[in-house]
């Protein structure tokens, strides 16, 4: 709790030292400012209504459903659907890392799981519309494909150095 | 962004139908998870707002050099350790690009960008736990080091 604390503490003087920043027009604040600016606005946009879904997932949504399609009892056709998931994540890992914990905690396999949070933040639809019309498509296409089979390797490979030691993702709401 | 508000709107709506006391614990457990991290998120937040500020120059600097290799080491470090949006990083790709940097070079500037989170490293460990936070992107780094090499071969610029 007091590391809590702190990091508000620390945020309070990050808006005074920006505010006086605008105030006396001191370049190297405004900028930070800027780009402060540009991550917040989209989080504030995205956090709220991410965390209302992630809280009526974990009520609504059955263990054994998703065991069937992520936990043990599924086909590898789970990085498919890993991947599918994290494809229609809004927010890239800044939810995605929620969500992999609300997935575990209902019996996901820890494969499935580092395959949704890396390919969280690769497989973005808006985000590789943008880079194939800046880079070319021919570029989005060989960087998209080549790692789909590098990402699952990956992933099953931590999963086996994760299985000896019976790892278990930390719980977020202990008073439930 | 719109579809995002819709669907959790018309998800409430049809949860709550169903079961007023579930949709309440299920809020309730959404707000819980989000009051403990959000401390993380503006730790991120600020951090990005820094790094961002002084990586710019630097990525010019250090991956147009000469040298492939040392272009292709540091492009994955760069972009591991830096962090910004895609309207920022594409046209800064582009701008390289035109400068002649290699593809393999800003493939793994790119990637290494997206899959490795050295900024967000604070609030990954609070969902997926220190061990697997460290490894996972141990792994992604090396994953996105393989893609680089790939599109490298793709675009004949490395030769086996």
Redesign the interface.
């Known amino acids: 709790m007091t590391?809590?604390k702190s990091?508000?503490i620390?945020?309070g003087l990050?808006i005074g030292f920006s505010l006086v920043s605008l105030l006396i027009n001191f370049e190297?604040g405004i900028?930070?400012?800027n780009?402060?600016l540009?991550?917040?606005k989209?989080?504030i946009?995205?956090?709220?209504?991410?965390?209302?879904?992630?809280?009526?997932?974990?009520?609504?949504a059955k263990n054994e459903t998703i065991e069937k399609h992520f936990g043990k009892t599924s086909s590898p056709l789970r990085f498919i659907w890993s991947i599918l998931l994290a494809s229609t994540t809004?927010g890239g890992?800044?939810v995605a890392?929620?969500v992999?914990?609300a997935l575990f905690h209902k019996g996901a396999k820890?494969s499935s799981?580092?395959t949704y949070?890396?390919s969280a933040?690769?497989f973005m639809i808006?985000?590789t519309i943008?880079?194939a019309s800046?880079?070319g498509i021919k570029?989005s296409a060989?960087?998209l494909i080549?790692?789909i089979p590098?990402?699952i390797g990956?992933?099953i490979?931590?999963e086996k150095?994760?299985e000896k030691t019976n790892?278990?993702?930390?719980v977020?709401?202990k008073?439930? | 962004?719109i579809?995002?508000?819709i669907?959790?709107a018309v998800?409430?709506v049809v949860?709550f139908f169903f079961d007023p006391t579930?949709?309440k614990?299920?809020?309730?457990?959404?707000?819980?998870?989000?009051s403990?991290?959000l401390?993380?998120?503006?730790?991120l937040?600020?951090l990005?707002?820094?790094i961002?500020?002084v990586s710019e120059d630097l990525i010019i600097t250090y991956l147009g050099q000469e040298n492939v290799f040392l272009g292709l080491v540091s492009s994955l470090v760069l972009g591991a350790i830096t962090m910004m949006?895609?309207?920022i990083a594409?046209?800064l790709?582009?701008i390289l690009?035109n400068r002649g940097v290699p593809?393999m070079v800003?493939?793994g500037f790119?990637?290494s960008l997206?899959?490795v989170?050295f900024v967000?490293y604070p609030?990954?460990k609070?969902?997926?736990?220190k061990?697997?936070t460290i490894?996972?992107n141990l792994?992604?780094f090396?994953?996105a080091g393989?893609?680089a090499i790939?599109?490298g071969i793709?675009?004949k610029e490395v030769l086996f």
């Open positions: 590391k809590a990091n508000y620390i945020f990050f190297f900028s930070i400012w780009n402060f540009v991550f917040a989209d989080m946009l995205i956090l709220p209504p991410a965390f209302v879904l992630i809280g009526l997932f974990d009520v609504w809004v890992t800044f890392f929620p992999a914990n820890l799981i580092f949070v890396t933040s690769l808006p985000m943008m880079e800046m880079l570029f060989v960087r080549s790692s590098f990402i990956g992933s490979l931590l150095v994760f790892y278990k993702l930390p977020l709401d008073n439930s | 962004m579809s995002l508000y669907v959790t998800a409430l949860s579930k949709t614990n299920g809020l309730k457990k959404g707000f819980m998870k989000f403990k991290t401390p993380s998120y503006l730790k937040l600020m990005i707002s820094l961002l500020l949006p895609g309207f594409y046209p790709a582009r690009l593809y800003i493939t790119v990637t997206m899959l989170g967000t609030l990954e609070q969902y997926l736990g061990k697997a490894l996972r792994m992604s090396t994953v393989l893609i790939v599109s793709v675009y």
